[in-house]
């Protein structure tokens, strides 16, 4: 079986992880494996690279436009694949002109976003044999929208990041002395691209509110980076507040922290939620499409109505004070989330769908 993988470009995001995942994955069981973007290299290049997957780009230089993808139909043509899953905006609006051309190969759609569709992109989704989404949530907007249910699978996302848990304990006190942090103020963790829809500006202005020690450390890069540094100076809270960029292992970043905090306003289905679970962290989060189904509301973190600051604030204030609680709502955590987003598992269901089509 030879299956292209489609994405724009590697820049350090989920769908992204999940493409390089899920194309390394089908390579280890046997499967060739070509991950073809139109952007060359990217953020996550590296990671590709590491994972030995073969990558072939469409530019042959960065152009820094992530639609124009020239011999887009050419390469396709030389590679010949089997079957062709399309990953992440772009691509999928690129699903028509694909199977236009190419009408005997099958190519599989994907829906992994909160934000709202293209038309190119819900046109190609009606047409499609066979959708990908990564949760209910995604899956019921398509239903909503009259593409019928038989033909969309709900995967949700595996655990592709890699937490090494060898000498845990001392990691977690290594990186507070790093930091000049003390064993006992709260750490609170956010990790997400500094993008509109991921809300940090709200986060900084309800965690100012939190009156006992803590520290908030914030994993990412992008455009509102700047912007919100300067929030953080206004709001007073630039000493306890920590721009760490982009960090490939998080590990230890993880193990030194108390609390997950996401307060995004677009989501599909958050890898950070799962990854901070892997972790042993509790969640608080906003229901926003499908964070819902990343954690067990009240089990192993709080469900918070989007943009309801106080209830958010409360939450924050629950798991600063309960240490035990935290303790508890984490352990919770980590036991189902290394069942439920197993990504051995998760492959394999990748794998017996499209043998399925592929194979009718």
């Known amino acids: 079986m030879h299956i292209l993988l489609i994405q724009d470009y590697l820049r350090c995001g989920g769908t992204e992880m999940q493409s390089i995942s899920l194309a390394a994955g089908f390579q280890v069981h046997g499967w060739d494996a070509t991950l073809l973007t139109i952007r060359p290299k990217g953020p996550l290049f590296p990671t590709a690279q590491k994972k030995n997957i073969k990558v072939q780009s469409l530019q042959g230089v960065d152009l820094k436009i992530n639609w124009l993808h020239p011999g887009l139909i050419r390469t396709i043509g030389q590679l010949n694949p089997d079957v062709i899953l399309l990953m992440g905006r772009t691509a999928n609006c690129l ?8 009408p005997s190969i099958p190519v599989i759609g994907s829906l992994r976003t909160g934000r709202n569709l293209p038309s190119a992109y819900y046109n190609f989704l009606k047409n499609c044999p066979h959708i990908f989404a990564n949760s209910k949530w995604a899956a019921d907007q398509l239903i909503a929208r009259d593409i019928p249910h038989h033909k969309i699978s709900i995967i949700p996302n595996g655990n592709v990041c890699e937490l090494n848990t060898a000498h845990q304990v001392d990691r977690r006190r290594a990186i507070r002395e790093k ?7 709260t750490v609170f963790l956010k990790v997400a691209s500094f993008i509109p829809g991921k809300n940090h500006h709200e986060l900084l202005r309800i965690i100012e509110k939190v009156n006992k020690p803590f520290e908030l450390w914030l994993v990412g890069t992008g455009p509102t980076e700047n912007a919100c540094k300067k929030d953080a100076a206004k709001l007073n809270i630039k000493g306890v507040t920590r721009f760490l960029g982009q960090i490939p292992e998080l590990s230890d970043l993880y193990f030194g922290s108390d609390v997950a905090l ?8 958050p890898n950070f939620i799962v990854e901070s679970q892997t972790a042993g962290l509790p969640v608080i989060a906003y229901d926003c499409a499908g964070v819902s189904e990343t954690f067990i509301p009240d089990e192993s973190g709080f469900l918070v109505g989007a943009g309801d600051q106080n209830l958010f604030q409360q939450k924050i204030e629950i798991l600063h004070e309960n240490i035990q609680l935290r303790k508890s709502m984490g352990a919770r ?3 189902w989330a290394l069942e439920k987003f197993d990504p051995i598992e998760r492959l394999k269901d990748y794998m017996q769908i499209i043998s399925r089509i592929v194979n009718n």
């Open 95 to 102: 699903g028509n002109k694909i199977s236009m051309q190419f």
């Open 179 to 185: 930091f000049s942090i003390s064993a006992e103020t």
């Open 262 to 269: 996401l307060t995004s306003r677009e989501e599909s289905m």
């Open 333 to 335: 955590g980590r036991i």
